[in-house]
């Protein structure tokens, strides 16, 4: 089965479904989603976007020179200045456009919009809907694209790899034609034909046991943009978010990856271990408003200096009804869990939360790939260097999606005849399901996201690196075998997407022969300048 239109989207999270709003004033425009649209990383973000606003409205003192030093400063020293700037200077067009989509950012008592404040902001810059923005954003772009006539928006249609001329045995030309992705209803696979795709799949969170991202987090868009042949770079720049809800006794998936949001700290909570004392300050002078890295490696080190499970997370000196105003989110749920926060410190751990690199785009999101860009978390534009700015991913996503549909419109409008490109082939289903081997399937993906934690998490040296370089090697030509013996399920591709992103966190975490931002290794603590160049992968 076929199916073609100007334009293929995979994802649904702020930077898909902005881009196809903007794209569907020009042609037809085919979104793809495994599971329901709102199942997107953007539908769990927390905390809010960092946007420096018109001068009217904005906080004083702030500015954009000033969040672009902060997001820098962040960085490393990874960071592409000049996309920074461009970045940071459509944070107010990007605000006044989510609020057309219907997005009510929360106002504060005064005219104007309530600000926050989050670790490695200088300014209060980040506007917020309660403690669920993301979501906020989410459900008002997925109206809107549902009521579009140009977008068709496909949910449980689990995006397999992309189809290229050269894959197809083109040898003067490569570009982008096209998908196969799984109906997961019918489990039939079908040809997505479309010389211009947009990658918006989000990251990989899912590669670790512990995670605040998700389920959907499986890193399926790099994956294929590998297998394709696209450039990727950074991935050994996985987040940890510092404070994750750590609760032993609590089940269900919300509970293992709860994530208490920076916003917290920036409201006034304080990070202490359990004899009340406040360690962040022995790290950074910002203390528990340090960027992510920093923090994430002090609870790191307390936890293994204490031997105790986790930090806390104190907010009980705010005043009585604080919490359940300003993060009703977090306070209910933490409340379904037992833990009241305004009279008890919240157990916290880091967990992974956000991808730093991948597919290597321009900030206009252009791959090296003709016809393929890729959007969000799933990018790398430079903007975010070795640690990302807290509350700069949405933006990035919105500005970045505003720039592709303009990139692509110059380089490739739907009105202009493209070279013709071979046929598709149909796909081709491998022979068995056998319901036993699922057993093995679930044992693989455990496996990979514990070894992952234990050798490729916060903390790395050689040795943990080559062991775990050796155990995803033995994984992924068992997952081979797997995919190409059995008709694929959504368990089987996962599964390979994880292997191959695993992969290749392993390998840039390997070639990174010092410390910088969030990837830290006790064999080279230093940074060292020979690494300023971000290290680029292809596939060969």
Known sequence: MDHSSDFLVIGTGIAGLSFALRAAEHGTVTVLTKGQPIESNTAWAQGGISAVLPEELR???????????????????????????????????????????????????????????EGGHSERRILHCKDTTGLSIAKALIERAEAHPNITLLSEHFAIDLVTTGRLGVVTDNRVIGAYALDEVTNQVITFRSDRVVLATGGCGKVYLYTTNPDSSTGDGVAMAWRAGASITNMEFVQFHPTCFYNPAATGAEARSFLVSEAVRGEGGILINAKGVEFTKEHDPRGSLAPRDIVARAIDHEIKKTGAPCVYLDVTHKPKGFMKERFPHIYNTLLSFGLDCETQPIPVVPAAHYQCGGVLTDVNGKSSIRGLFAIGEVACTGLHGANRLASNSLLEASVVARNALSEMM???????????????????????????????????????????????????????????????????????????????????????????????????????????????????????????????????
């Open 59 to 117: 906080a004083p003192g702030d500015s954009c020179e000033s969040h672009i030093a902060d997001t820098i400063d962040a960085g490393a020293g990874l960071c592409d200045s000049q996309v920074v700037e461009d970045i940071i200077r459509g944070g107010a067009e990007t605000i006044e456009e989510l609020i057309t989509y219907g997005v009510e950012f929360d106002k504060a008592s005064h005219e104007g919009f309530s600000l926050g404040k």
């Open 410 to 540: 110059r380089l490739y409008p739907p009105n202009k005849p493209t070279p013709e490109a071979p046929p598709i082939p149909q796909w081709e289903h491998g022979d068995t399901n056998d319901p036993d081997e699922l057993v093995i399937i679930y044992h693989n993906w455990d496996e990979l996201r514990r070894l992952m934690w234990d050798y490729v998490s916060i903390i790395r040296t050689d040795k943990r690196l080559q062991r775990a370089a050796f155990r995803v090697a033995n994984l992924r030509q068992e997952v081979r075998e797997f995919y190409w013996g059995h008709r694929v399920t959504a368990d089987i591709l996962e599964l390979r997407n994880l292997v191959a992103v695993s992969a290749l966190i392993i390998d840039c975490a390997v070639r990174r022969k010092e410390s910088r931002g969030i990837h830290y290794t006790l064999d080279y603590p230093k940074k060292d300048d020979r690494f300023l160049t971000p290290m680029e992968l292809r596939r060969f």
